[in-house]
């Protein structure tokens, strides 16, 4: 199920070679690991509705702080119309409450993009564009959003988007991944973001 590799293609090879090894694993049996949060961040105070409801699709929540420990899950699966899929599960473990961040991904093959469901049953869509960086770390940027509701999707106007950018990376020195995400509105400014570093377990 190589929809990571088929997205980029021969700037897979550049990727750190623990990440190649990570998303080489991912697409095609259960991964697990574990860390810690040392930053999670979210917007301003009246957001906190809106991040509430997020819960209730284990999409976003209203929580902020340092070293939050994590755990991250990746389940290869198929969908109905028989298509690779990776289901990902991220939970955050705040003091006495479980918030999740999960998505949906597969590949169009057409467009050289992965397509990212989010929230469970999921509430919104992104195109995501993959590219390797210089230090052999992975480059994630959404493009294209929707908002979805049932079986209709609507596209979202820019001013109303959620922008987000992941950047993972392998520290040689202390053995970890560490992962950077940051959700901004061209508006609002920062909806969401946190950063951490984690490693699989055994």
Avoid: C
Wanted: net charge neutral.
């Amino acid at each position: 199920m190589p929809i990571y590799s088929q997205v980029l293609g021969e700037e897979f090879n550049q990727l750190h070679p623990m990440l190649q090894q990570r998303y080489k694993h991912i697409e095609k049996e259960p991964y697990e690991g574990s860390g810690v949060m040392k930053r999670i961040s979210r917007g301003p105070k009246w957001m906190s509705p809106l991040m509430m409801m997020g819960t209730r699709r284990k999409l976003l929540f209203p929580e902020k702080g340092t070293f939050i420990p994590f755990t991250i899950k990746h389940k290869p699966q198929t969908g109905e119309a028989g298509e690779d899929q990776v289901h990902w599960e991220r939970v955050f473990y705040f003091k006495g409450k479980k918030r999740y961040f999960n998505a949906l991904m597969s590949l169009d093959s057409e467009r050289g993009i992965i397509k990212d469901y989010l929230g469970e049953p999921s509430v919104m869509y992104s195109d995501l564009a993959l590219t390797v960086l210089e230090n052999g770390g992975l480059h994630i940027q959404s493009k294209r959003q929707r908002v979805v509701l049932g079986e209709k999707e609507i596209p979202l106007p820019r001013f109303l988007q959620g922008v987000a950018t992941v950047v993972e990376t392998f520290n040689d020195e202390r053995n970890v991944y560490e992962i950077k995400v940051s959700v901004q509105n061209p508006i609002m400014g920062t909806i969401f973001s946190y950063e951490g570093e984690f490693t699989e377990d055994a």
